[in-house]
């Protein structure tokens, strides 16, 4: 009942009221009230509290938090408001200021961008960002810029001789995950344009998901951005067998920590009727895949409903 009522909620705009009942009322009041407490600890219970009760009063108290002094409160409060967005009215200056005053290794920092990518100006979050770490290529240092170099002069040794893809290869493989976004976008780059590592890419996909899941993850993620370089929402597995002679299928999914939507993530080919969801735990999920976000740099995990390698 309550998804009829955000479906149509969202289909007829103007329809929304953003009233919670009674109960959740009260819930809020208490959630208010807790908020103010000087233990950092029962503040940051009471943001994420609030992501349950999508109302415009718990967005006006939810931007009060992203100004809280314990970073941690922040962070919980960021995420709370990317819940609750789409659902009642949350003022964006206040949380676009906060961001602007977050340092550059703080927790809040990415769930800030989260919840402005929810309320609208996503990219001007992320500009923010991008300036705070030094990201981006018009003022990057010369340590960068020799570094991109170095990645561009390796990807001319990967020749078709299986021999020698090793050590180019691998030294490339490696920067998919340096900290700096752009040298791991150019690495993914070089290993996707590149027809001769496909087959090595596979085999690591294919042999190291057990052992190493997250190695295996780059790897078919790189497959998926071969085949798929705008990021469609959806391959199926027909599609990639066609063109590449692998069968993986591809899905996108939104980072939890900053919103950033990752594309190519491969999953079981049934995964493509699961829901999922990304996730910074693996609680509630029934089967995961951890995913390295391609903006944030964060690993999550991409949680489903029920275990897609299973028949249902
Ligand atoms: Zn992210």
């Known amino acids: 009942m309550d998804r009829l009522k955000e479906l149509v909620e969202r289909v007829i705009p103007g329809k929304k009221e953003n ?17 103010e407490s000087s233990d950092p600890g029962v503040r940051k219970r009471a943001a994420t509290e609030m992501a349950k009760l999508p109302s415009d009063e718990a967005g006006e108290a939810l931007v009060k938090l992203v100004k809280d002094r314990d970073p941690e409160v922040r962070a919980a409060a960021a995420y709370s408001i ?3 967005a789409g659902k009642a009215r949350v003022p964006v200056t206040p949380v676009m200021d906060a961001l602007q005053l977050e340092q550059a290794d703080s ?19 992320e ?15 010369q340590a960068k810029i020799d570094q991109m170099i170095v ?5 001319a040794e990967l020749t078709p001789h299986p021999v020698e893809v090793g050590p180019p290869f691998d030294a490339i493989f490696e920067q ?19 027809r001769y590592v496909t087959r090595r890419l596979w085999s690591i996909y294919n042999e190291l998901m057990e052992q190493e899941p997250r190695r295996a993850m780059l790897a078919g993620r790189v497959i998926g951005h071969r085949l798929n370089p705008r990021g469609l929402p959806k391959v199926k597995s ?48 029934a089967f995961t895949l951890p995913v390295l976000c391609d903006f944030c740099g964060s690993w999550f995990y991409i949680g489903f409903e029920r275990d897609p390698r299973m028949p249902e």
């Open 107 to 125: 927790p809040a920092l990415f769930p800030l961008v989260g919840a402005l990518r929810a309320l609208g100006p996503g990219v001007a979050a």
């Open 238 to 285: 027909e599609v990639t067998m066609h063109k590449v002679g692998v069968p993986i299928a591809f899905v996108k999914c939104a980072c939890p920590y900053c919103g950033h939507e990752n594309p190519n993530i491969p999953v079981p080919s049934p995964g493509l009727d699961v829901p999922y969801r990304g996730t910074r735990d693996r609680q509630g999920t």
């Open 127 to 141: 500009r923010v960002v991008a300036e705070k770490l030094g990201w981006g290529m018009s003022r990057a240092k």
């Open 82 to 84: 990317r819940d609750i």
């Open 19 to 35: 009233k919670l009942n009674k109960l959740d009322e009260a819930h809020l009041a208490r959630q208010i009230r807790l908020a």
């Open 151 to 155: 990645l561009r002069e390796t990807a």
């Open 176 to 194: 998919l995950t340096n900290e700096d976004p752009d040298i791991r976008a150019e690495a993914k780059d070089i290993l996707a344009e590149n």
